[in-house]
């Protein structure tokens, strides 16, 4: 079974924190790995991509990646109450003759308070 | 530059009843997806489309069918609806593998 894993939350951080979101994943095969955001009623929206070891920043957000350890994080720097919705975390899968399609975790409820 | 556009936006089937959902991107992309989002279930696969003449089964295909119609075109067909697909319904798509998804703007079902 292949499985992306999330913490539901609701997570909760004041006004100017840094969230740090989490994900681990099931196939040590997999190459590449995104961030979505979901607002309430709205469809996923692709916020970061990485597919190498290490950090990827862009503007606020840093993506982090250990394919040795199967974990990738979010991390949003200076949080805004608009940062406010559902993070997703996907994860290409190879298994079957699926063609590696995403696996999307089921994704971590983010509040910030101001 | 629409994206991928759904249609439509919300519907309301009785049971028995049958519909086809559209979707289209004009972005070029070469796979398409249909997906379905219910509460505490996250987003699974029902249908895919990784290339224009190909359609294989996701993880939860039973009560669907799909056309990919041209490599713009794909669409999912419900032949009896029943409440338990009462959902969201998302259509994607992508460049290639490796890329990230582009979502629709979902299509909300209620099957009374």
């Known amino acids: 079974q292949k499985e992306v894993e999330q913490n539901s939350g609701p997570l909760s951080v004041p006004e100017g924190a840094i969230a740090s979101l989490n994900c681990t994943y099931s196939?040590?095969?997999?190459?590449?790995f995104f961030w979505y955001r979901q607002y309430s009623g709205k469809s996923p929206e692709l916020i970061m991509f990485i597919y190498s070891n290490g950090d990827k920043e862009d503007g606020r957000f840093t993506a982090q990646l250990n394919k040795a350890s199967q974990y990738v994080s979010l991390l949003i720097r200076d949080s805004q109450p608009s940062d406010s919705a559902t993070y997703l975390c996907?994860?290409?899968?190879?298994?079957?003759?699926?063609?590696?399609?995403?696996?999307f975790g089921k994704g971590t409820k983010l509040s910030v308070k101001p | 530059n629409a994206g991928v556009t759904q249609t439509p936006k919300f519907q309301v089937l009785k049971t028995g009843q049958s519909m086809t959902l559209q979707c289209a991107q004009d972005?070029?992309?070469?796979?398409m997806y249909w997906y379905r989002q219910d509460p505490g279930m996250g987003l699974r696969l029902i249908y895919y489309s990784a290339s224009e003449g190909t359609t294989d089964k996701g993880e939860v295909p039973n009560g669907y069918n799909v056309s990919r119609l041209n490599k713009r075109e794909f669409s999912l067909r419900l032949e009896s609806a029943a409440p338990s697909q009462t959902s969201v319904y998302f259509c994607?798509?992508?460049?290639?593998?490796?890329?990230?998804?582009?979502f629709g703007s979902g299509t909300r079902l209620t099957v009374v």
């Open positions: 994607a798509s992508r460049e290639q593998t490796n890329y990230g998804y582009t």
């Open positions: 196939d040590r095969g997999s190459q590449s």
């Open positions: 972005m070029n992309h070469n796979s």
């Open positions: 996907a994860v290409n899968m190879n298994y079957g003759g699926s063609q590696g399609n995403l696996i």
